[in-house]
């Protein structure tokens, strides 16, 4: 055995410590170069650029789209404003048949052979300027009287009230008024009630713009 005391020798437990890892003492290895994983620059514009011009073209058609609605919504106020102008009347002018229908009746009252100077022609000639003024008004506000007479009868502007035999006639030519008609704009206010001949040789088609009210 060997003394501690004496020199030279080791003290207890200052032995060399064994290592588990023969490898411990050994110079340390290099860890392998990673390869350079960044995105290629030109790759990344690239992309930028596709994605900017999808979104271009997603706000152009976005734009395109409001321009396309705000242009229909403008013909279309237009076109309101329009119809207001034209038609925004329609309920006082039907009401105002009632009166120029009350004058036509008092003026068709008076006889013609009856009208005389005096008072009853002043009358007669009265009643007349006043239907003329009515009428007036009503076509300053685009109601226009139809006094078809004559003309081929139109389901659209006329409404038969019975047929009267007329050889002489073309067949469903308008012959009698009874009550006048009245458009207003290109509708019809009012159709005409009328007779229509029958018997005689077929009218000429007649066709028609105007549209119920």
């Known amino acids: 055995m060997t003394d501690p005391t004496k020199p030279g020798a080791e003290p207890h437990g200052s032995e060399k410590p064994i290592h588990d890892n023969p490898m411990a003492d ?5 860890a392998p170069a990673h390869e ?5 620059p030109i790759t990344i514009l690239e992309a930028a650029h596709d994605a900017a011009l999808k979104e271009a073209a997603t706000m152009k058609d976005r734009a395109l789209r409001t321009l396309a609605e705000m242009e229909n919504l403008r013909k ?4 309101e404003v329009a119809d207001a102008k034209v038609y925004g009347v329609t309920s006082f002018a039907r009401d105002l048949l009632a009166v120029a229908d009350a004058v036509r009746r008092a003026f068709e009252s008076i006889p013609a052979d009856t009208v005389t100077d005096g008072p009853l022609k002043a009358f007669f000639e009265g009643i007349a300027l006043t239907e003329s003024e009515l009428l ?4 300053k506000h685009g109601v226009k009287k139809v006094e078809p007479d004559g003309m081929k009868f139109d389901p659209n502007l006329h409404q038969a009230m019975f047929e009267v035999p007329n050889p002489d006639v073309p067949s469903g030519t308008v ?6 008609g009245y458009t207003i ?5 009012r159709p005409a009630l009328v007779g ?5 040789p077929k009218a000429a088609p007649q066709t028609s ?3 119920p009210a």
Not at 76 to 79: F, G, K, L, Q, S
Not at 185 to 189: A, E, N, P, Q, T
């Open 136 to 139: 007036k008004v009503l076509a």
């Open 26 to 30: 050994s110079p340390a290895m290099d």
């Open 175 to 180: 012959v009698q008024t009874v009550q006048a």
């Open 36 to 40: 350079d994983m960044a995105p290629d």
């Open 76 to 79: 279309r106020t237009e076109r």
């Open 185 to 189: 704009g290109d509708r019809v206010l």
């Open 209 to 211: 713009s105007a549209s």
């Open 196 to 200: 229509v001949s029958k018997g005689g």
